[in-house]
């Protein structure tokens, strides 16, 4: 395979799964992240290429099409390709397989960016693309997310102080906290009828050790399948996302 395409395979045990015996959301973009972070470092661009710049990889935006449950016990194949680069910008799309059957199980388009650690800015990414062919080119088999909006009204407001276990090294809220947060504003009767089809999550500002959460919800356009979730801080919108359910 060419190294354009980069390629994780692995078994979901029973420690890895949830009340529904399936890959829980969080664990489905954690993998994504370290997918993502495995082809960087093989390809040259990854965390130590970046720190040389002063910079680190965040996700920016992230789509996900869940086909069908990613179940306990079964064997499993993610593959990655970078779709474009620009010089703030970088697309990289992911689908996933059951390896056994080939069935597609899911896929997901991402959009990365970098920060600059001194200033907490925007980073340039020019000198990281510099000599290399990396892109892929193949486009998303499905549909990007569209804009997400801030709530105008909540439907369920729960709030969360952020501790140690939940955050990162660059000293900012794990992506897994925020997913697991969003998941959480359901109960779990919302999960034994139904499952999680379409994850749709926009990045806007970090959140710190012992800032107190604020997250929201509420149906979008009044589908009863279809939600917005916003977490703030005081004020701060921390991420966007929009959750799509399907009857089990």
Known sequence: ????????????????????????????????????????????????????????????????????????????????????????FSDRNFEMRDTESGSLILRAHSTWMSIDMATRRPGDLTPIWEGKDIVDGTTFGGVKGGKLQPLQQAEVEKTYRFAVSDIDVNRHVTTRRYIDLIVDQWPLEQYENMRISRFEVAFKHEARYDEEATIISAPHEGSPEVADVEIRVASTTCCLSRVGFRQR
């Open 1 to 88: 395979m060419s190294h354009k395409i980069f390629s994780y395979e692995f078994f979901l045990t029973a420690s890895e799964v949830d009340a529904q015996c399936e890959m829980p959301l969080s664990r489905i973009v954690t993998t994504i992240i370290d997918v993502a972070t495995g082809h960087a470092n093989a390809l040259g661009i990854g965390f130590e290429r970046m720190r040389q710049e002063g910079l680190s990889w965040v996700l920016s935006r992230l789509t996900v099409e869940i086909l069908e449950p990613v179940a306990v016990s079964r064997h499993y194949r993610m593959d990655t390709w970078i779709e474009n680069t620009s010089r703030l």
